[in-house]
């Protein structure tokens, strides 16, 4: 059972920073496109950047500047580093992924569970 297991949210300062890790267990065969959502309380759940396996990179417009996703294909890894972190940045942060069978017949979009990033003084 392929599942994604994000770490590293927490209580963070304004102007601090953060690094999220999403990691794909279970033996998964193939992962494409990687990345992360956010829900702030009270609103919609919204892109925040997309990686696919060759590195390219694709940015919600709003998060351009201080966010920056990375992977490690070999730890079926994916990061997202977060810095000079705002009050509105306070959310939710889910993983997701692309990821493909051992058949090679399907391919399934897999979500984590959330890891809760919150930005007060």
């Not at 396996?53 to 490690?72: E, P, W």
Request: charged content about 15%; hydrophobic content about 30%; glycine content about 12%.
């Amino acid at each position: 059972q392929v599942q994604l297991v994000e770490s590293g949210g927490g209580l963070v300062q304004p102007g601090g920073s953060l690094r999220l890790s999403c990691a794909a267990s279970g033996n998964p065969f193939r992962i494409g496109i990687m990345g992360w959502y956010r829900q702030a309380p009270g609103k919609e759940r919204e892109l925040v950047a997309d990686i696919s396996s060759s590195g390219g990179t694709n940015y919600a417009d709003s998060m351009k500047g201080r966010f920056t996703i990375s992977r490690d294909n070999a730890k079926n890894t994916v990061y997202l580093q977060v810095n000079n972190l705002k009050p509105e940045d306070t959310a939710v942060f889910y993983c997701h992924a692309y990821i493909t069978s051992v058949s090679g017949a399907n391919t399934f979009h897999y979500w984590g569970q959330g890891t809760q990033v919150t930005v007060s003084s």
